[in-house]
């Protein structure tokens, strides 16, 4: 490493250090400091450089700071005064710099001390506190005479265990047959080593057994008398009941590892009985355990639409059901959030896990009532197998995780056993997240734009702006195939944004082109992070204000899902931007959720019945009647129809007849670019419709 890069790496070491390192003259004007002063002074460098050391530090400490300048290095402490007023201790490290015989400034490394001061005023409180408690306490005192082997046991000793005065005698087993068993080695083991002399004080705990049957602890104190030649024949001290003390330890360490809301063992003591299970494990070759790990499905929703409170209500219950099914013995942790954790210890058959998993998943499936509102959920659940190939109980919880969101991805409500396969595949997702955060930056996402053809013209009346990426080494990726990742990491958000934006200046642009009167809107899709974002409002103004596009030549898509599972928040956001003049299009209609009720509060303009019905049309009377009253629907709430994922000339044909108003597919046209679509409008390219084609 050459001289140029060793200095680079000193500055950068010394610009990142966490104290803040300064240099000034003989008058305290500063000549250098480093980032950490902005951090805790609030001056930034430029401000600090104006400044002399003087102006931070208060006029008390002058004095003494100017006495301790010498060439050596001094350590001291004072307060500095930072940009908004506070008085801050620090610790001083500081040396004189000479050039030749000539003082010319200083040196100096300042260190925060605000939190040593704090944990020394804190220890200070503590000890004046405990000083007085000694003081107005009134602990027993014990008094052994060893040579007659006779104990003294005073009044308070003998409160301490339920007994009066002349209840207890003078024995030594009077106390120690009363010492918990549990107990009693280590007591022994202790009073062992004071009396022969192999540590200074006598200083037990343990329990002691009161005359109601209880156990209380004791905290024994006690000092032998020794002889010439250093032999005990006397040993007194003190008992203090710490029973309140033990049990306030006792509920701290249950609270530091269990969670307050559902009294589940924590993610932190999980772990350390998965640590276990595994180390056993190394001990037992027949020994099978297991971890299922759960992810409660949408419950973002009930959240939203109900609130915090009954969300938690949600958990306390989860939380119930699920120890009601782990047997004695298994582990039930709530790993935070609506995650939860189960350990399956120690069974003999296989198929235990996965049928666990499904007793889990009827348990959970059945209705909940949450103050008079039922709510129905399932959870997501991954599966991973106990085996010595695992190092840490980490990787353990890592491949169960894994595997849940298998789970969840196959379509919530179900559950997965983790395959070392799923490791290649989370490695190529996160890949996939890496490039796809590069693609935005590097400007590889398109914009194509399919066709929406009038199904009375055959004319285009629209089209809906889908989102390729073109992959410097994979090519085209289409949309399906990078969207849900976008979804998972929130970089749905840019992206959306951008797309708004990029389709309301394509738009702009051939309307421009085109002859006055004529029109074809844009649909631009709206992801359900989008959607209770309060920040798409202006997302959407922007992209019409800078592009120009008139709002009615914008329509928005959301499907039936996101609407569904953020119900209130998408009321509120749909209803702000039709106050905009934008369409509304409701994507995916019918595919499973029960929204007719709410389709006249959001005020969408159209209807659009998704591509599985279309692609069935041909082969069941009963699809058919399902567009048939999607259509209905339609046309008595006066919205439009348009059918997707058209391929041929027969699905097209039944959509006529049923009445659809307009449709897209690639039987008309695969999605092109923006120059193609303007083309195809500018050309007024018409389509053929059945009555002048073949159906076949």
């Not at 009077?174 to 009073?191: G, K, T, Y």
Request: glycine share 8%; aromatic share 8%; net charge negative.
């Amino acid at each position: 490493m050459g001289p140029v890069q060793e200095e680079a790496n000193y500055r950068e070491l010394v610009e990142n250090a966490s104290d803040i390192i300064y240099a000034h003259d003989l008058e305290g004007r500063f000549t250098w400091v480093n980032r950490a002063c902005e951090r805790i002074t609030g001056y930034t460098r430029e401000e600090t450089m104006r400044l002399r050391i003087w102006d931070l530090v208060p006029p008390e400490y002058r004095a003494d700071m100017e006495k301790r300048l010498s060439e050596e290095m001094q350590t001291f402490e004072v307060e500095i005064l930072a940009k908004d007023g506070r008085r801050i201790p620090m610790e001083l490290k500081t040396r004189a710099v000479s050039r030749g015989h000539m003082p010319v400034g200083v040196q100096g490394i300042a260190r925060d001390i605000t939190e040593r001061r704090r944990a020394a005023e804190a220890m200070r409180e503590s000890e004046q506190r405990y000083a007085l408690a000694a003081q107005g306490s009134n602990d027993g005192l014990w008094d052994w005479d060893l040579r007659r082997n006779r104990i003294f046991l005073s009044a308070r000793w003998k409160e301490q265990v339920g007994a009066r005065e002349d209840e207890i005698g003078d024995e030594p087993d009077e106390w120690f047959d009363r010492i918990h068993p549990d107990d009693r080695e280590r007591f022994f083991a202790d009073l062992g080593l004071h009396l022969e002399g192999r540590s200074e004080h006598l200083e037990v705990e343990h329990r002691m057994r009161h005359l109601d049957g209880s156990w209380r602890w004791m905290l024994v104190r006690g000092a032998a008398v020794r002889d010439g030649e250093g032999k005990a024949y006397r040993l007194a001290g003190s008992q203090t009941d710490i029973t309140a003390r033990k049990r306030a330890e006792e509920k701290l360490l249950h609270d530091a590892l269990h969670d307050a809301l559902t009294g589940l063992p924590n993610r932190s003591l999980f772990m350390d009985r998965l640590g276990q299970a595994l180390a056993f494990q190394r001990r037992r070759e027949d020994y099978r355990f297991a971890v299922l790990f759960l992810d409660v499905d949408r419950f973002k929703t009930v959240n939203e639409s109900l609130g915090h409170t009954q969300g938690d209500v949600l958990l306390v219950e989860v939380a119930r059901r699920l120890r009601e099914i782990a047997r004695p013995g298994d582990t039930v942790a709530r790993l935070g959030g609506d995650e939860f954790a189960l350990l399956l210890g120690d069974f003999a058959d296989p198929e235990e896990p996965v049928r666990t998993a499904g007793r889990l998943q009827q348990a959970l499936a059945t209705p909940y009532n949450l103050d008079g509102t039922e709510v129905f959920t399932t959870a997501s659940i991954g599966v991973a197998l106990g085996s010595r190939d695992y190092g840490e109980p980490e990787e353990l919880l890592r491949d169960a995780d894994t595997a849940m969101y298998r789970a969840k991805e196959s379509g919530r409500a179900r559950h997965a056993v983790f395959h070392p396969s799923m490791h290649a595949l989370a490695r190529a997702r996160l890949q996939l997240d890496t490039d796809l955060r590069r693609a935005i930056e590097r400007e590889e996402l398109r914009l194509r734009y399919q066709p929406v053809v009038s199904l009375r013209t055959g004319q285009i009346v629209g089209c809906e702006a889908l989102i390729i990426w073109e992959h410097p080494t994979r090519g085209v990726i289409p949309p399906g195939d990078f969207i849900p990742t976008a979804e998972d990491t929130g970089l749905i958000i840019p992206i959306g944004r951008w797309a708004l934006k990029q389709a309301c200046l394509d738009a702009k642009a051939w309307h421009d082109a085109l002859p006055r009167g004529s029109a074809a809107p844009v649909s631009v899709n709206l992801s359900a992070k989008q959607l209770v974002r309060p920040e798409l409002l202006d997302d959407v103004r922007g992209a019409l204000a800078r592009s120009g596009l008139d709002a009615r030549r914008l329509r928005l898509e959301v499907t039936e899902s996101v609407i569904m599972e953020n119900a209130g928040p998408a009321a509120l956001m749909l209803n702000q931007l039709k106050a905009l003049s934008v369409g509304l299009l409701l994507d995916d209609f019918g595919t499973g959720y029960s929204s007719l009720s709410y389709l006249h509060n959001f005020r969408f303009d159209t209807l659009k019945i998704d591509r599985s019905f279309v692609a069935r049309l041909e082969r069941s009377g009963k699809e058919a009647e399902i567009v048939r009253t999607i259509v209905s629907l339609g046309r008595a709430l006066q919205m439009e129809v348009v059918a997707e994922g058209v391929e041929n000339a027969a699905q097209l044909q039944h959509l006529i007849q049923l009445g659809a108003d307009s449709a897209q597919g690639f039987w008309f046209s695969r999605p092109v670019d923006a120059q193609a679509f303007r083309e195809l409008l500018q050309g007024r390219k018409s389509f053929a419709l059945p009555s002048t084609v073949s159906a076949g």
